[in-house]
């Protein structure tokens, strides 16, 4: 080979093909077109995802086949327009006064490729000005047909995206052949609406249009902001509630800001600061053992926060465990406890070094000094609030069993009785699958016992069972609607009452009752209370004695008695309130 036959320093068509198997996750790759129209000073970004259903074996599927980001930013000219898709090309003055989101120059480029296989840009700085288009197809440089990026040329985009920039300037970028993305999109907007959660906290209004093949139009959704400090707002709840007349969200208590001064590489003398942010999660989601397992901590996504979020340039780069940064050596994965407290690290693109920031801006983890400072720091607070949320939860477990001990005496005189009362059908006839079913789903109703985190709550329920077992005669406070009074329970040992909080005549009578019973030095609030459990239990104990087939009637009389007194304690309240 002689010298004018050198090879050349790279093969593009090999290259392209090759970098599309980086490290980005769909999410990730969404990412990097985002952060072009954040730096690009947008107000707004839409998200336009178009899916089509894929036949096969199995549950129906569906692929995404074509994403248009458009957003309301300064735009590009003939010049940024023309690099902005190559690589290693920064489109963003070199002589900013701060360092932006983007590093590399690579960014958008990368992550367009990693989710199809045509790009295509286009962009306006003058409303009154037509686009300027230019593209990239791996096709036609696999194909050796696209050796350079072509030169930019005026064209309009499809309709239904140019009318997202109506009488705007701005940049819309198209993706075409997508087929490295499929159309599960859960988790996406969440991953943009945390990632970019100080920008939209800030006023950045970001959209997702979603529609199938065929469709003549996109079902549009809002992007809220998550913030896994648990203080920042307004969320999809905060929305929800406002929309409803209802108070927004309860916040986190904000634990303080430590700041850790680094000096800038190649700048002597001068630093700059990691700044860490604790919080502690509101007391409502965080009362029993298990909570962040519930079903509305799983709406939050309180379950997922056991880890640390790091923020560069106030867009989050990593979210998850970062190893030995929450206590000693060897400790590398936080406890179930940490998702009720909140940490947040965020520093400056000038302490890149610091991080070990790449090109994908993932996985921005600190280095091995800078983490024993972050460690040292954070192990101060994290001691201290998990004996605080410890301590929540002993307190509000001494409450329920305290709350048990309410009926104790109804339910101890009745067991005393028992041996004197007949056993009739209503319970005989019960098989052991029917009764264990019985006690499950009592068990998964009380109010005392809500415990849903599969990790934490197995224990509970068994223990929760085995006492209702045990005991002839039982209470279990449960919520239903207002209109059932309680629900009986039969099975061969027991006899249980589910006494639903939310009925009238509990809240009105019973529950004031049940209070002054503590203060009432006579005793005959005491008695009222424990007189009204026993002739619940007398009722329930006379269900007992028909046969089977008469549980549709005895439910239907119970129905209709709780519907009648709700009915009457209501009509009695609204006189008193008259007169």
Not at 99 to 120: H, K, Q, W, Y
Not at 332 to 353: N, T, V
């Given at each position: 080979m002689t010298l004018k036959e050198q090879m050349p320093l790279i093969r593009v068509d090999k290259l392209y093909e090759s970098l599309r198997?980086?490290?980005?996750?769909?999410?990730?790759?969404?990412?990097?077109?985002?952060?072009?129209?954040?730096?690009?000073?947008?107000?707004?970004?839409?998200?336009?995802?178009?899916?089509?259903?894929?036949k096969g074996k199995g549950r129906p599927k569906t692929r995404i086949t074509e994403?248009?980001?458009?957003d309301n930013g300064c735009g590009m000219d003939f010049t940024t327009i023309s690099k902005c898709l190559a690589l290693g090309e920064s489109i963003r003055p070199a002589n900013r006064e701060r360092?932006?989101?983007?590093?590399?120059?690579?960014?958008?480029?990368?992550?367009?490729?990693?989710?199809?296989?045509?790009?295509?840009v286009y962009s306006r700085m003058n409303p009154e000005e037509d686009f300027l288009y230019s593209y990239i197809d791996l096709d036609e440089v696999n194909a050796r047909k696209l050796k350079k990026l072509p030169v930019p040329v005026p064209k309009t985009p499809a309709e239904e995206y140019a009318a997202l920039l109506k009488g705007q300037a701005g940049t819309i970028v198209l993706l075409k052949n997508c087929d490295r993305i499929d159309g599960d999109l859960e988790g996406l907007a969440h991953y943009l609406g945390r990632t970019y959660r100080k920008f939209i906290e800030r006023g950045l209004k970001l959209f997702m249009h979603l529609r199938m093949d065929g469709e003549p139009g996109f079902q549009t959704e809002p992007i809220y902001l998550h913030d896994p400090l648990y203080i920042a707002g307004p969320t999809k709840f905060d929305a929800e509630n406002r929309e409803k007349g209802l108070?927004?969200?309860?916040?986190?208590?904000?634990?303080?800001?430590?700041?850790?001064?680094?000096?800038?590489?190649?700048?002597?003398?001068?630093?700059?600061?990691?700044?860490?942010?604790?919080?502690?999660?509101?007391?409502?989601?965080?009362?029993?053992?298990?909570?962040?397992?519930?079903?509305?901590?799983?709406?939050?996504?309180?379950?997922?926060?056991?880890?640390?979020?790091?923020?560069?340039?106030?867009?989050?780069?990593?979210?998850?465990h970062v190893p030995y940064i929450t206590g000693k050596k060897g400790e590398?994965?936080?406890?179930?406890?940490?998702?009720?407290?909140?940490?947040?690290?965020?520093?400056?693109?000038?302490?890149?070094?610091y991080f070990q920031v790449r090109y994908i801006k993932r996985g921005a983890e600190p280095i091995e000094s800078?983490?024993?400072?972050?460690?040292?720091?954070?192990?101060?607070?994290?001691?201290?609030?998990?004996?605080?949320?410890?301590?929540?939860?002993?307190?509000?477990?001494?409450?329920?069993?305290?709350?048990?001990?309410?009926?104790?005496?109804?339910?101890?005189?009745?067991?005393?009785?028992s041996h004197n009362l007949p056993q009739g059908p209503g319970t005989t006839q019960v098989t052991p699958e029917e009764a264990d079913n019985k006690l499950n789903l009592t068990v998964q109703e009380a109010l005392s016992t809500k415990r849903p985190d599969?990790?934490?709550?197995?224990?509970?329920?068994?223990?929760?069972?085995?006492?209702?077992?045990?005991?002839?005669?039982?209470?279990e406070l449960v919520s239903y609607p207002k209109s059932f009074f309680f629900e009986t329970v039969h099975t061969p040992g027991s006899v249980i009452i589910k006494l639903n909080v939310n009925h009238p005549f509990y809240d009105a009578i019973m529950k004031p009752l049940r209070t002054a019973r503590i203060t009432d030095d006579s005793g005959s609030s005491r008695k009222t209370w424990d007189a009204l459990l026993m002739m619940l239990f007398a009722y329930a104990k006379a269900e007992t004695m028909f046969e089977r087939e008469n549980e549709a009637l005895l439910e239907q009389l119970r129905n209709q008695w709780g519907a009648v007194l709700s009915t009457a304690i209501d009509e009695t309240h609204k006189d008193s309130s008259d007169d």
């Open positions: 198997y980086n490290e980005y996750s769909p999410e990730n790759g969404m990412g990097e077109i985002v952060d072009n129209s954040v730096e690009a000073g947008a107000a707004r970004i839409d998200l336009c995802i178009t899916r089509s259903k894929q994403i248009a980001v458009a360092p932006g989101i983007g590093r590399f120059g690579v960014g958008m480029t990368l992550g367009s490729i990693s989710l199809a296989r045509r790009v295509e108070p927004m969200e309860p916040k986190a208590t904000d634990w303080g800001t430590i700041r850790i001064p680094k000096e800038i590489e190649n700048q002597p003398g001068k630093t700059a600061d990691v700044i860490i942010h604790l919080t502690l999660l509101p007391e409502e989601w965080r009362k029993i053992r298990g909570d962040g397992g519930s079903q509305e901590a799983r709406k939050r996504k309180i379950h997922e926060n056991e880890g640390i979020s790091i923020l560069r340039a106030d867009r989050e780069v990593l979210y998850g590398a994965k936080s406890l179930d406890i940490d998702r009720f407290w909140g940490c947040e690290i965020s520093f400056p693109p000038e302490l890149d070094s800078l983490k024993e400072q972050i460690r040292n720091e954070l192990m101060k607070y994290i001691p201290g609030a998990r004996k605080i949320i410890r301590e929540f939860f002993s307190k509000n477990e001494a409450a329920a069993d305290e709350e048990q001990s309410d009926f104790a005496a109804a339910e101890n005189t009745m067991a005393e009785i599969p990790q934490e709550q197995k224990a509970a329920q068994e223990k929760k069972k085995e006492e209702l077992r045990s005991k002839p005669y039982s209470v």
